[in-house]
């Protein structure tokens, strides 16, 4: 039932058919990568998966909501009128010709075929008129075809077909471009081998890349002829993810969600059509808000890691997934890079200065990360601040202080500025910075130094559980940067938000800039840079806000789960709206949440009708005096109907729908592309 209450008819065979290979995993012997991979994949909208889409047609899918007697009777009734048409036609057209002495005057022969002609011509307008008010094609799709087939299919069996031909003809090869490259060696030991959807996709990369020049294409077919389905794979050897879930199709980048309600206020296009995001529309970011326990990990976060560190090991991108510790987003074999502060098991630690070159530009970013949401109106302060110690660290020891040597000269520990000193003197530097040391003495007896502030906050990172995670010395665990991100690396950050809530609210913000100055600064854009925030409420500023936007020319995106906008600054909520091309609402989401969505979806024209009853006064006296013992009779007065059609302007999702009519395990969700393409907020079923 459509949320107007209105019954539709929907014929899934026509507007949703069965996508190839919906059972089958890539990798398992049942996984038939010829048919997978020369699937069609039609032109669509964005949010549409595209494999085994078919392009619905307005008037068949107006034709389909018809229900089954009306539908019967019209075809029954325009059958009856268009016989009588058709032999009242020919009588009218053959006694028009004999009238004015065109067959007696011919041989039989041309009469006759005059005949034959006048009643085709009749027939063909008898069956172009009636049969499409009738809707017979609707009627012969709907009931007589099926019932063919399967009188067909019980009748006597078909000659055999050789099986060898058969299939030959069936299947195309996935490898025909290495056969007509020059590849043929490669394209037999492929031929040879399971090849799994993230294989062919990484390897018809290399070949793309081999073929931009000639001369590697030996390279190539050597190593494909070596490793066979393992050639040119990840660094991690890895070629597919344990645990896989979700229906992905890697030649497009696409994971599939859910499916597209079919409900009036979806756009045709997308009704009862397969949902998918791939990195055309993550390209523009999306933000995602709903309570807890509405399904925005599991039915979003995690199926777009999954994509993500799928897209990674074929070679098309890198993925940074952010979130607390126990937060369902796969498994630590899914990824490559895993960041526990907090866990003395963990290999990896965090580069707190990330991807910056410039000692200035490192200490802006790590004093934006360290201060709480209340005191950003200190911010530039505490930023010259960080500056005046970093500055001069880096030019002294070549190398970024750790957490306890910068938290020693922000608090001016004398022993530490001292040491400080004596090393910038005989790195031959003092001079640069002594004014800034200076300045640093002496804001230090000051009541309103920033350096006090910042230092009480990097204690919080100073903590017996935080040991070597993030060492700058070498001394610690390996230190993760951003800047590797033209690489396809597959991370994960897990925060320790129960043990240590404040630093995992600091890291959040801490790698969320990271990754948005790393995403706008690489030279290498080829890959797809994708970012997971499980909860974002922490990890947003505005520098955070304003990188967003930068990241749709530089081949990135993220993803950004909220569970309130209340839990975000006022000032901070419209500028994110803009910034983001994607915004998805969940159920039960707060009125005023459902009002920025709401205003952000704008309005639409829609078709009122109003049916206005006035008594009914018309007619003479005999009309009048029925009308009173009608009224005498049973109490009601004769009235008359009008009915107004109009066309006006309505909200397309009012934050009263958004907060309460949401049925559980659905989301409303707009996308736009990264080439500007848009489509209108969509009702998605997201438990398929």
Request: hydrophobic share 45%; net charge negative.
């Amino acid at each position: 039932m459509a949320q107007d209450g209105s019954h539709h008819h929907v014929d899934h065979t026509t507007t949703r058919p069965p996508t190839p290979l919906p059972h089958q995993r890539p990798g398992t012997p049942s996984f038939d990568l010829a048919a997978w991979a020369t699937a069609p994949r039609p032109e669509a909208e964005p949010g549409v998966y595209r494999l085994g889409y078919r392009r619905i047609d307005p008037e068949r899918a107006e034709a389909a909501q018809v229900p089954t007697w009306p539908l019967l009777l019209r075809a029954a009734l325009n059958a009856v009128v268009g016989w009588l048409a058709f032999v009242y036609g020919v009588e009218f057209a053959t006694d028009g010709t004999t009238f004015i002495g065109v067959l007696p005057s011919q041989s039989a022969f041309v009469a006759t075929s005059v005949v034959l002609t006048l009643n085709v011509l009749v027939l063909g307008v008898v069956i172009k008129v009636f049969g499409r008010m009738g809707r017979w094609l609707e009627v012969w799709r709907r009931y007589a075809a099926p019932l063919l087939s399967r009188t067909v299919t019980q009748g006597e069996p078909a000659e055999e077909a050789d099986p060898v031909v058969t299939e030959a003809a069936r299947r195309l090869d996935p490898w025909d471009g290495l056969r007509r490259g020059g590849a043929v060696e490669a394209a037999v030991r492929l031929d040879a081998e399971a090849v799994g959807d993230v294989d062919y996709v990484r390897i018809q990369r290399a070949w793309e890349s081999a073929q931009a020049d000639p001369v590697f294409v030996p390279a190539f077919a050597e190593q494909v002829a070596t490793r066979g389905a393992a050639a040119f794979a990840h660094p991690s050897e890895a070629r597919e993810l344990p645990g896989r879930a979700r229906r992905h199709d890697l030649l497009l980048g696409q994971v599939c969600l859910g499916v597209a309600q079919d409900v009036p206020k979806n756009p045709l296009s997308h009704r009862a059509a397969d949902f998918a995001l791939d990195p055309a529309v993550l390209g523009t970011s999306l933000l995602a808000v709903g309570p807890a326990g509405t399904g925005k990990t599991a039915r979003l976060a995690r199926p777009v890691a999954e994509a993500l560190c799928l897209q990674a090991l074929a070679g098309t991108a890198c993925a940074v997934v952010v979130g607390a510790a126990d937060a369902d987003l796969g498994p630590d074999a899914w990824y490559d890079v895993v960041i526990a502060p907090g866990d003395p098991t963990s290999v990896y630690g965090l580069d707190l200065y990330g991807v910056a070159q410039d000692p200035d530009e490192a200490a802006a970013r790590l004093a934006d990360a360290l201060l709480p949401d209340e005191l950003t109106a200190r911010a530039e302060n505490a930023r010259t601040a960080l500056q005046q110690v970093v500055g001069p660290f880096h030019a002294a020891f070549g190398r970024y202080p750790g957490v306890r040597e910068l938290r020693a000269l922000l608090g001016g520990e004398p022993d530490a500025l001292a040491a400080l000193v004596k090393a910038l003197g005989v790195a031959g530097r003092l001079a640069t910075y002594e004014r800034d040391l200076e300045y640093r003495e002496r804001q230090r007896d000051r009541a309103d130094d920033p350096g006090v502030l910042l230092a009480d906050r990097l204690g919080l990172l100073e903590r017996p559980a935080f040991e070597g995670a993030f060492a700058t010395d070498g001394t610690g665990r390996l230190p993760f940067a951003m800047r590797v991100l033209d690489h396809p690396l597959r991370v994960r950050v897990k925060l320790p938000e129960r043990s240590h809530p404040e630093a995992a609210r600091m890291l959040s913000r801490l790698v969320v800039g990271q990754f948005v100055q790393a995403a706008g600064a690489r030279e290498d854009r080829s890959l797809f840079a994708g970012l997971v925030v499980d909860d974002a409420s922490a990890a947003l500023d505005a520098n955070t806000v304003r990188g967003l936007q930068r990241m749709r020319g530089a081949n990135a995106g993220a993803v950004m789960l909220l569970r309130t906008l209340v839990e975000l600054p006022e000032a901070l909520r419209a500028p994110l709206f803009g910034a983001v091309g994607c915004r998805m609402a969940f159920p039960g989401i707060a009125p005023w949440d459902g009002r920025l969505f709401s205003e952000a979806w704008g309005t639409h024209l829609v078709q009122e009708t109003a049916v206005t009853q006035t008594p009914d006064t018309s007619g003479g006296v005999i009309r009048r005096a029925g009308r009173i013992g009608r009224k005498a009779l049973s109490g009601t007065t004769a009235q008359t109907e009008s009915v107004t059609t109009r066309e006006v302007e309505r909200l397309r999702w009012s934050p009263s729908d958004l907060a309460h009519a949401l049925p559980a395990g659905h989301a409303v969700v707009s996308l736009t592309a990264v080439s500007g393409e848009q489509v209108p907020p969509l009702l998605i079923d997201l438990r398929g």
